[in-house]
């Protein structure tokens, strides 16, 4: 069974630059997540999908951070402009429901360097 | 202070040492899970408890829900066990609706030859 993708798994911008990163979650898992985490942190959850519908996106910085999932597949997730502080490991997750006990599968990441 | 609490955060062992990272956590929680991440790497789930004790090979995980701590053990540890070793919980009042995981900051462990 193929794993969660993620792309890129590098990226290097400078501050006030656009990046955009994709995700494709494993197939049949309704829930996608996207999470932050920067160097010596935990994960942070960003923003919560159940299909194409946002379930959860109270930590995601709307002004300047925005996802999609506009078929209920894979995901974009933009971040524009961005600012030092966002350089991070941005990891995706998928789950077959969002039950408590539905396992979460997360992707390689994408390391996000901002110079 | 975190809701997800580990230590210690650093740990070197040497090949063949039994290894303990512990997790306490200030919440209820319906699961807690412990989640290996290799440098560079993406995140991999070990185990997924709700109580009780689980094992898998040489990885033991065990949780006391009253005490509101778990523990993950690495019999005859290796150098490919070095990784980051990460406990999140599952708290209890988000319902059915977000699987909302919180996340400790990850025990840095490396077994030296």
């Known amino acids: 069974e193929a794993g969660v993708a993620q792309s890129p798994r590098y990226k290097i911008i400078e501050k006030r630059q656009s990046v955009a990163f994709w995700c494709n979650p494993i197939?049949?898992?309704?829930?996608l997540y996207w999470y932050q985490q920067i160097l010596g942190q935990g994960p942070k959850l960003l923003i919560q999908f159940q299909n194409n519908g946002v379930v959860d996106d109270s930590q995601l910085p709307k002004d300047r951070f925005s996802a999609e999932r506009l078929k209920g597949v894979d995901s974009t997730l933009k971040i524009q402009p961005a600012k030092l502080e966002d350089s991070a490991v941005y990891l995706c997750?998928?789950?077959f429901g969002i039950g408590g006990y539905n396992e979460q599968f997360f992707g390689p990441g994408t390391r996000l360097t901002v110079l | 202070k975190n809701e997800v609490e580990q230590s210690p955060q650093n740990l070197t062992a040497q090949e063949e040492e039994f290894i303990t990272i512990n997790c306490s956590y200030s919440v209820g929680i319906s699961a807690l899970h412990w989640l290996q991440q290799h440098p560079g790497g993406g995140i991999v789930s070990l185990f997924m408890?709700?109580?009780g004790k689980k094992k898998h090979g040489r990885l033991i995980a065990t949780i006391n829900i009253q005490e509101k701590h778990s523990s993950l053990h690495i019999t005859a540890s290796h150098p490919r066990d070095s990784a980051v070793y990460i406990c999140?919980?599952?708290?209890?009042?988000?319902?059915?609706?977000?699987?909302?995981?919180?996340f400790g900051t990850g025990t840095l462990l490396a077994v030296q030859p």
């Open positions: 408890l709700s109580s």
């Open positions: 999140a919980v599952r708290p209890e009042n988000y319902g059915g609706a977000t699987n909302k995981l919180i």
């Open positions: 997750a998928s789950s």
């Open positions: 197939s049949g898992h309704a829930t």
